[in-house]
């Protein structure tokens, strides 16, 4: 199927496959309608427009429908674009199907079951691991399949419980460098930090915002759950109080959607772990298709930046 979107560069020819994420229909300056579709495939998205499209191409061309095209990689304010050269609709003779053209995590869905249980089976709190345990058995499958969000970061089939994972791993370094910080309570606040947005997010294809995530929020969502979840278990205590300070702060700062600033260490560690992996996933993703020496297209949530990709490369270790 030819080069992923993620490695295409400016000035390259293409003819293949794409599945449409979204389309959305707008009205020209010379009054003609056209489509914005971003166009999807395994390894990113890219947006196109649809000029002085008809009725039945908006009808044709919308959400989940799989095309072949034939255009050119542009760029637009900062920004890598498809030029449309011609565009249709697949039939059963193509071949491919919405499967082929999702990005996944790099790790499959029974790994980070495991890792992630073993993490739990860590806690020495019972109160804390009971509650924890209990969340991720009820929303284990939309858990191992939801996007971490709809775009910025993770947003891919499994993108949650793969974000969950890394901030683990990095909470697991933090906790032996700092012996002060409690482990119970900081991975049970990696792990149930965004488990709402399973229920704030519609799923992992055409990814939106449900009802309930647009009026109350994953944050608001889970505290209620995990309200629950401790009265079902005849769970009372500080515990309780603690996982739901975790919960309601991890965003650090009321600007950034945060209901409560981190007032205890957990807190505070959750919410720069957190920031650290977005991050990190934002710029990897963005500097995959860079050559050494050139700089990314701007990322949006990190303050409309370019990141650069250095061009030396480290000399060989002599052994």
């Given amino acids: 199927m030819g080069k992923g979107i993620r490695f295409q560069q400016v000035g390259d020819r293409v003819e293949t496959?794409?599945?449409?994420?979204?389309?959305?229909?707008?009205?020209?300056?010379?009054?003609?309608?056209?489509?914005?579709?971003?166009?999807?495939?395994?390894?990113g998205d890219i947006e196109a427009k649809l000029w002085g499209c008809s009725p039945d191409d908006e009808l044709a061309f919308c959400s989940q429908v799989i095309v072949h095209l034939q255009g050119e990689i542009s760029e637009y304010r900062g920004r890598l674009q498809m030029k449309i050269n011609s565009i249709r609709p697949t039939t059963a003779m193509d071949q491919v199907k919405v499967a082929d053209f999702i990005r996944s995590a790099p790790i499959s869905p029974d790994d980070m079951l495991e890792e992630i249980t073993h993490y739990i089976f860590e806690m020495e709190n019972a109160n804390i691991q009971r509650i924890t345990r209990h969340l991720v058995k009820k929303h284990q499958k939309a858990f191992l399949e939801s996007p971490a969000a709809?775009?910025?970061?993770?947003?891919?089939?499994?993108?949650?419980?793969?974000?969950?994972?890394?901030?683990?791993?990095?909470a697991r370094s933090l906790s032996e460098l700092y012996p002060s910080l409690d482990t119970d309570l900081?991975?049970?606040?990696?792990?149930?930090?965004?488990?709402?947005?399973?229920r704030e997010l519609s799923g992992p294809i055409d990814t939106s915002y449900t009802l309930e995530g647009k009026l109350l929020g994953h944050i608001s969502i889970m505290v209620n759950e995990l309200t629950a979840a401790a009265s079902e278990l005849k769970i009372e205590g500080e515990e309780v109080l603690m996982l739901q300070h975790l919960i309601l702060s991890h965003?650090?700062?009321?600007?950034?959607?945060?209901?409560?600033?981190?007032?205890?260490?957990?807190?505070?560690?959750?919410?720069?772990?957190?920031?650290?992996?977005?991050?990190?996933?934002?710029?990897?993703?963005?500097?995959?298709?860079?050559?050494?020496?050139?700089?990314?297209?701007?990322?949006?949530?990190?303050?409309?930046?370019?990141?650069?990709?250095?061009?030396f490369h480290?000399?060989?270790?002599?052994v």
């Fill in 186 to 198: 900081l991975y049970a606040g990696v792990i149930l930090h965004d488990l709402g947005k399973v």
């Fill in 314 to 318: 480290e000399p060989p270790l002599d």
């Fill in 17 to 43: 496959y794409y599945l449409i994420k979204t389309a959305t229909k707008g009205v020209a300056s010379n009054g003609k309608p056209f489509l914005t579709l971003i166009l999807c495939d395994h390894t």
């Fill in 251 to 311: 965003h650090g700062k009321g600007e950034w959607g945060s209901p409560k600033v981190p007032v205890i260490r957990e807190a505070e560690m959750l919410h720069m772990i957190d920031n650290i992996d977005a991050k990190m996933n934002m710029m990897d993703r963005a500097l995959e298709r860079v050559q050494p020496g050139e700089f990314s297209e701007r990322i949006m949530a990190m303050d409309q930046r370019s990141f650069y990709k250095p061009s």
């Fill in 150 to 170: 709809t775009k910025n970061h993770h947003e891919f089939v499994s993108g949650l419980a793969y974000h969950v994972v890394s901030m683990l791993k990095i």
